[in-house]
Every structure is written in C-alpha cells, then in structure tokens.
C-alpha cells in the first residue's frame, strides 16, 4: 500500500487504536465525540450497550464526577453541569414547569434569588420567598400549582442552618419536591438526602473543587429524578467541559480532609472574633454535624472600624467575591453577592456596609487568626 501522504500522517498518527494505558488517573476525554468501527456498535449506543457518543450528551470525566458526588452524598445517581447555577435550573425544571410555583427560602445565594425570581418567568414559573424559620410562613406560602420548596443547608452570608426534617415533612404533607443547596455544607458535613431531600445540589466551583481553579455543577437525587434533570443538562447545553470535571473530581479526593481542617480553623477564628472590641456580631453555626460546622465565619463590625481600611489592611488574605478554595479570603456581600437586592430586600437579611464574610482556608490557624485581627486592629479608629 502507498505510504500516506504528509497531510494525512498529520492527522492520523499517533497511538490511535492502542489507548488502553491502565493509567492510575483517570485520563481527561478531551473530545467532542466518540467514534464506532461498525454501524453495529454506533446501533450498540442506542440499545444502551455502550455509554458515550456526544460530550454533550454525556463524558466518562463529567460522569466520574456526578458519581463520586452522589456516592459522597449517598444518593443514586447524580448529573454534572456547567455551573451550580445551571445544576440548580436543571433540578427546578425538573420538577415544575409552565404554570408551576416555588416557594423558596428568602435568603438564598444571590444567584439563585435572581434566578428563581426573574430567569424562572421565561419558563412561567412563578415564586415566592419566604422566612424558612417560620414553619408557617412557608406553609402559608403553598399554592394549589406549588411543586418545590427550595432551601440551602448553611445560608449565605448569615449561616443559618436549614431545619432538613422540618422541610421535608412539609414537602410530604403537600406533595412536594424539596431541593435543596448543600455547597456550603458539602457532604462531609451533611447529607440531605439521606434525610429525604428530593434532590441536592452544589456548586462545585466551591468546596467540591477546592482549588478556585473552575466553575461547575453536580445535582444528586433519585435515578427518576436525575434522568429527568440529565435531559435539562443535555437538551438546553448546560453540560460541564471534560477538564474542569476532571479538575472538579481531583479536588473532591481532599474534599475531607480540607473540609476537617478548615472547619477546625473556622471554630478557632469565629471563637476569637467573638471576643475581639471591634467585632459586633460573629455569625458561626453551631451543632451543624459531628464532623464540624463548616469554614464559613460571617462578622458585622463595629461602628469604631473603619471598613476600607479593614479591607486594605488583610496583608496575604485577598478580597474575593467567591468562597472555598484552600486560601483563607474575605468577600463584602454589600458589594458583591447581594450587590442586586434592593435596599428593602438587603435590610430585610440584614446585609449592612459593615458585614464582611471569611472563607476560612487550611492554613495555619493561629497565622489566620493574626492577620484577621492585625486588619480590625489597623482599621479601628479608637
Ligand atoms: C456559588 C454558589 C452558587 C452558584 O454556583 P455557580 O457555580 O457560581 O453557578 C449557588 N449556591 C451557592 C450556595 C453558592 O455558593
């Protein structure tokens, strides 16, 4: 046979066939699309006989990471998307549709609030917000087209801690679904499913990946459930890029480990802010799990700090609008997360100018505990 030419051999060389390696990581899928040697095996896809033909439709590194998730979260089966908010949309559209409501809980993730209030319209879905500590505000909320409730375990900036059983007898007394946000809990904390949740969902750019390094979603709950909200994944393109749910399943590896650590930072911290003259209010959970309750510290500070002096005054602790990587870091929910509330909405969670929110990391605690304070010290005026 004729030698192929150069352009050819441009395209063709290389292992091609032999791409079996056992390697110890699992290898990234970097492709679109998956290739059949025979008509039979491309019929063999759609008798379910093997698994993959389009990355859009599904990648053996985007199902290695919603399965580990929901092993971790002892859950069924599990989907990944391409950001929690796109795993949150894809879990909501899974259970309503036009003509549907939600009632949610009022002081959800930024995100989430404006996509349940505005983004939900389009698909006429309709919602309200409620205080989730009253019972009975929230039953008060229930329409006969009601069909989710929607919570986060640990909230966000104020860390309140989801009554799980209490929304879970709700949802069975008025047969509803009952999804619900675990990013800030993880499943080293919590497992809501476990508890009854219908379906859980995480950012995974968060503690899930670890790193800061990606923007993902997983979304966990029934096979039903979860074959529904695959189609959502699929059909709208919401899918995770095979790297970053390599990135995202790497990270997960140290999930415990990181979650042990920081939880045991945070209790530290939270434990001397509470104590330090320029420290109003610390916000820290409490009995969240036997594992710790979380890496999340909230603080309002006093009147006498002065707040961008705070700001300017963190030394190796940088300012970030996001949370969970292995660095400890601040954000202003004033001008970041809750940046699009209204006044009334931000006064009614109590957001003010001087709330300040620590991402606790696996450092050294008492080297954290010193730069939080040397920064409150540098900023108060008196
Ligand atoms: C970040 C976050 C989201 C949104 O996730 P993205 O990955 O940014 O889309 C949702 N819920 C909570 C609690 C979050 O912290």
Do not use: C
Request: hydrophobic letters at 40%.
């Amino acid at each position: 046979m004729k030698e192929r030419s150069f352009r050819t051999k441009a395209v063709h060389s290389g292992l091609a066939e032999q791409r079996n390696f056992k390697s110890k990581a699992t290898p990234i899928y970097q492709t679109s699309v998956f290739s059949f040697s025979s008509l039979e095996e491309l019929e063999g896809y759609f008798e379910g006989e093997t698994p993959y033909l389009y990355t859009r439709n599904g990648n053996p590194n985007t199902d290695e990471l919603a399965k580990a998730v929901a092993a971790l979260e002892e859950a069924p089966d599990g989907v990944a998307a391409s950001s929690g908010l796109g795993a949150i949309l894809a879990g909501i559209l899974t259970v309503a549709q036009n003509g549907d409501h939600v009632v949610a809980a009022s002081d959800l993730y930024g995100g989430t609030y404006h996509l349940i209030k505005e983004e939900l319209q389009a698909f006429g879905i309709t919602a309200s917000f409620v205080d989730f500590r009253d019972q009975q505000a929230i039953e008060a909320a229930i329409q006969p087209n009601t069909k989710l409730l929607y919570s986060e375990t640990i909230s966000n900036p104020f860390l309140r801690v989801e009554n799980i059983e209490g929304l879970v007898e709700i949802g069975k007394k008025y047969n509803l679904a009952v999804m619900i946000d675990n990013t800030f809990a993880t499943p080293y904390l919590l497992q809501p499913f476990t508890k009854g949740i219908d379906l859980v969902v995480h950012s995974a750019t968060k503690y899930i990946g670890g790193h800061s390094d990606i923007t993902a979603g997983v979304l966990v709950g029934s096979k039903e459930l979860i074959e529904k909200s695959r189609s959502r994944v699929v059909n709208m393109g919401m899918n995770l890029s095979p790297f970053e749910s390599w990135l995202a399943y790497r990270g997960l590896k140290t999930l415990a480990i990181r979650m042990e650590r920081q939880a045991k930072n945070a209790q530290e911290l939270a434990d001397f802010l509470q104590k330090h003259n320029g420290v109003k209010k610390t916000y820290y959970p409490k009995y969240v799990s036997e594992q710790g309750n979380g890496a999340m510290v909230s603080i309002e500070l006093t009147e006498e700090v002065n707040m961008s002096q705070f700001f300017s005054s963190l030394g190796w602790i940088k300012i970030v609008p996001s949370l969970a990587g292995v660095e400890t870091t601040v954000s202003y929910p004033l001008g970041t997360s809750h940046r699009a509330l209204t006044d009334e909405e931000k006064s009614a969670i109590g957001i003010n100018e001087r709330v300040v929110r620590i991402s606790v990391g696996i450092e050294e605690s008492a080297d954290i505990i010193q730069q939080v304070e040397q920064a409150i010290n540098d900023a108060l005026t008196r």
